[in-house]
């Protein structure tokens, strides 16, 4: 691993029990049930750079995000940030002081901020919890953090309710940094908002970024959002990540069949009349997903292969028919009509 | 022209609460031709769903429509009393909701519920009618339709769902489809099957849609023109190619400078200074002025009246101001934001 990787995410695994109770599944002699959210993701995040992750609902991306930031113990698999295991059994000092520098900004800023609370109290408590500044400091940097996000420091004596969505947001953004934060995870920090709040956002969390050389793990669903702000991006799909590439080259030559169906079915603003291939199908369920290749029963080049055996990720993209060779990047074969 | 089949005019929406009345929406006018879409965006507040929902009769008190008109084909719907508006909806105007989960009832099979439907509308034998619904089901692209027709909702995907919910609608061959947000809740990849689907269907028969989303990229692909409304009101009407590629209103413009694409990349996105003003305190004048770049004297003093030119209508004093070259300054902004994006 090279000294400039920032997080090291190795052979992540969970599993959740969604077996039904026991006397229930006794009677109806079933099995238990497992479904595997996120199945042996492995990315790491260089210093400075936003990584993002993408996948439709169900691929486990919100999943890593939270393991990443250890509000869920992995099932398997190795968090490493900055030298430091995040997963590892015994709760070190060397990992109590890396929790400072790891912060987290959820979807819905009317849930993330607790109402009863005033702003600055909110943005304080991490300062306080941390031991960041003294007593007569706090209020100051409070008002500090506040400017930072593009708010105003008398906003620090008023309750959430008072803002807007994307003023929330804004709060959430400072309590992230309060705690002088190097790594954020953001999962769908944007969903929540219009789309010209979410374009205030996305600028303020860039210009943070070149500011502060903050690191991003950025989730999302939304593929134009994420070609805006990630240098490299991975691709998910049923708990694996199928593609891994720089945001550019993954817009510009999608190589997993995944990846390029994704693309097609995005709309487009510019209206270039760019012919697309029809989506084929719907996700599978999660329970029960296909053997092989995950992708196989929506893919126009799955074969024989494909239905066998887990492709791997080599050269940034998890697809029998690419490593073979069998799949031309720049045609992908009409798929029949749906 | 042919008489549309969806005439608005001048239709106001008020909402009486105990801080005085709101105006949703202030004297709101568009038209919609046979087989024809159109898009209506806005962000949220901007009265794209009440402007639905009045359409369809569904204002709920303390809403009331407080003046203007609504036309179905020529006939007056907006004053039909709640009895004759029911014989409206469903069978004349079809409705498509965000959440297909709760359009549809969990308590009863899908067939059950398009038979009801259908025969609610049509005067059809119940084997009739399931046959029809057989045949609907299959043109929304449902796999073995003779075996789901007996399926429970809940054994749908919701991109299924939503294809029911699609054959609900069109069931009793509506003049007028209105879909609501009708893709929000779904994924991308699923989201392009269904807005396919719907504008082949409404081509086929001739359906007009009103399809309100805040979308901008679901319009580009499927409205043959858009409406675009900030508090309550239409800012800018007209072709698709020409409000989205060329937009004139201050707002418009930067709504469309605000939404990140994948063909373009830039490293600034265009922000619109400020936010939506509340319903209680709509500015006087042009409700966007205080945000707006361009804005003077007379914006503030008196209310843009929307100007058409062709068929791309504007509610913006520049519009129309004598000595202003207006395309001159759209050009201006353009080439003010590009440079602020190659400085970023």
Request: glycine letters at 6%.
């Given at each position: 691993m090279s000294s400039d990787n920032f997080v090291d995410i190795r052979d992540l695994r969970r599993v959740f029990?969604?077996?039904?109770p026991w006397l229930e599944r006794t009677l109806a002699r079933e099995g238990r049930q497992l479904l595997k959210a996120v199945d042996g993701v492995t990315v790491s995040i260089r210093r400075g750079e936003t990584f993002a992750l993408v996948g439709e609902s169900g691929s486990g991306k919100s999943t890593v995000a939270r393991m990443v930031v250890g509000l869920l113990p992995p099932t398997a698999g190795e968090v490493v940030i900055d030298g430091v295991s995040m997963t590892a059994a015994r709760d070190s000092g060397a990992r109590k002081r890396l929790r400072r520098r790891i912060q987290m900004i959820f979807q819905d800023p009317y849930a993330s901020l607790d109402p009863r609370w005033r702003v600055g109290r909110i943005i304080a408590e991490p300062i306080r919890a941390f031991g960041l500044a003294r007593e007569q400091g706090v209020e100051e940097r409070v008002g500090e953090l506040l400017r930072l996000v593009g708010l105003d420091p008398a906003d620090a004596a008023k309750f959430p309710h008072e803002f807007s969505g994307g003023q929330r947001q804004r709060i959430a953004i400072a309590r992230a940094l309060a705690s002088e934060a190097e790594f954020i995870v953001c999962d769908e920090p944007t969903s929540a908002l219009d789309v010209s709040v979410q374009a205030q956002i996305l600028n303020l969390m860039r210009d943070l970024q070149d500011r502060l050389g903050l690191t991003y793990l950025f989730i999302s669903h939304n593929l134009a959002v994420v070609r805006h702000m990630a240098a490299t991006i991975g691709v998910m799909y049923l708990g694996r990540v199928v593609e891994v590439a720089p945001a550019k080259q993954l817009f510009a030559a999608p190589r997993h069949p995944y990846t390029r169906m994704l693309l097609d079915a995005v709309p487009d603003l510019a209206m270039s009349g760019r012919p697309r291939t029809p989506v084929q199908g719907e996700i599978p369920n999660p329970i029960s997903p296909p053997s092989g290749c995950t992708f196989n029963p929506r893919c126009a080049l799955a074969n024989e292969r494909c239905r066998r055996e887990v492709p791997p990720l080599r050269d940034g993209v998890a697809c029998h028919a690419v490593h073979e060779g069998r799949a031309d990047p720049q045609d992908m074969p009409e798929v029949a009509a749906v | 022209m042919t008489e549309p089949v969806l005439s608005v005019r001048d239709l106001c929406v008020e909402f009486v609460t105990r801080r005085g009345v709101l105006r949703a929406l202030d004297r709101v006018s568009f038209d919609i031709g046979k087989g024809e879409v159109l898009g209506v965006v806005g962000e949220s507040g901007a009265g794209k769903s009440v402007t639905g929902s009045a359409v369809i009769g569904?204002?709920?008190?303390?809403?009331?429509?407080a003046s203007g008109e609504i036309r179905l084909k020529g006939e007056r719907?907006?004053?039909?009393?709640p009895t004759a508006m029911r014989q409206v909806r469903g069978r004349r105007i079809g409705m498509v909701f965000q959440d297909p989960l709760t359009s549809?009832?969990?308590?009863?099979r899908v067939g059950d519920q398009l038979v009801e439907t259908i025969r609610t509308h049509l005067p059809l034998s119940a084997a009739k009618a399931r046959t029809r619904a057989i045949e609907l089901l299959a043109e929304v692209g449902i796999p073995a339709p003779e075996r789901r027709?007996?399926?429970?909702?809940?054994?749908?995907s919701g991109g299924m769902r939503q294809r029911v919910v699609l054959a609900l609608a069109l069931c009793a061959e509506p003049e007028l489809v209105i879909a609501d947000e009708p893709t929000t809740a779904l994924d991308v990849s699923v989201q392009a099957q269904i807005i396919t689907l719907l504008k082949r269907l409404c081509r086929e028969r001739g359906t007009a849609v009103m399809l309100i989303t805040h979308d901008m990229g679901v319009i580009a692909e499927t409205a043959d023109r858009v409406a675009v409304m900030y508090a309550g009101r239409v800012a800018e009407i007209g072709p698709v190619r020409d409000v989205v590629s060329r937009p004139f209103h201050p707002y418009a413009a930067g709504l469309m400078g605000s939404i990140p694409t994948l063909e373009t990349a830039t490293d600034r996105l265009v922000q619109i200074p400020g936010s939506m003003p509340r319903l209680t305190a709509i500015p006087a004048g042009c409700a966007f002025n205080p945000r707006?770049?361009?804005?003077?004297?007379r914006c503030v003093a008196e209310r843009p009246e929307l100007l058409s030119r062709g068929a791309h209508a504007v509610a913006c004093h520049l519009y129309d101001e004598p000595g202003v070259d207006a395309e001159a300054l759209v050009q201006r902004d353009k080439v003010a934001a590009a440079v602020g994006r190659s400085r970023a």
């Open positions: 029990d969604v077996s039904k | 569904l204002i709920e008190p303390p809403g009331r429509i719907i907006d004053n039909l009393s549809l009832n969990p308590l009863y027709i007996d399926g429970y909702p809940h054994e749908f707006c770049p361009h804005a003077y004297a």
